[in-house]
């Protein structure tokens, strides 16, 4: 005789009547918390501060802390250290995502590559938001170099790893991307006004490739090639001093990223577990 199962007092019984939508409330205080504060990192641009969390939640400033400091220990927040705002980390961009960590695996080797052919740093990028962020970063070995570091942000509209993603991405989310950015002036070379910004995504779709010149860093020289087919918004550069990074170099650097670009989003990963891929 089969004996009869006792119901679970959590478990959704068909045949009771279904309550309204104002007398089912699933939420839980402390996750709607976490959701706002993510939401206000989200929305801002250059970080926020502590009090301002605060001020905006209506979070007394040692509960914000204490929610800020544990997305910061499961790298869903990242904290400036010279600035002391908060920004979406690394961790709640891309950790979630085995794409993402297949993506660095394979890119990898050809930034070494990169790095020991050009002697200038390589570069992993991807659109996060309204800004680059970089995945990975192989620096160059020589004393004076143009390095960012891993996590740091950057616009789209001077980088060439954002031209080169933004070049792949239709108009209107191009332009969605500049109106909450804007086309800040960082330097005499960047380019500050959207047509000519267009005109420059024109010529990247063009040639295969982008090129920052001089318009992030006053001495600053890059050239960088999107992945297409990894079904992420996600490019690679090759970025160095100006004066030693020539132009006539950015056009070898160019080719070369082509070449290697393709073979980042096809090319196999070794399984630990199970040995290399067939």
Known sequence: M???RKKDPEEFDATEPEESAEERDYSVRAVERVCLILNLLQESVDGIGLNDVAQITGLPKSSAFRYLWTLENHRYVERDQDTNLYRLGLGFVGMQSRHLEILRERARP??????????ETANLGLLDGDHIIYIDIVESRRGVRLAATRGEREPVHCTALGKAIAAQLPEDRVRDLLKETGLERRTAN???????????LAKTRRVGY???DRENEEDGRCVAAPLLGTHLPAAI????????FTLHEVKKVGKALLEVAAGIATNPIPDQRTGPVA
Request: a negative charge; glycine letters at 8%; aromatic letters at 8%.
């Open 210 to 212: 982008a090129i920052d």
């Open 237 to 244: 550069s090759v970025a160095g001093p100006s004066s030693r």
């Open 190 to 200: 960047t380019i500050t006004a959207i047509d000519d910004y267009f005109g420059e």
């Open 2 to 4: 089969a004996r009869r």
């Open 110 to 119: 050809t930034l070494e590559n990169l790095r020991d052919e050009f002697g």
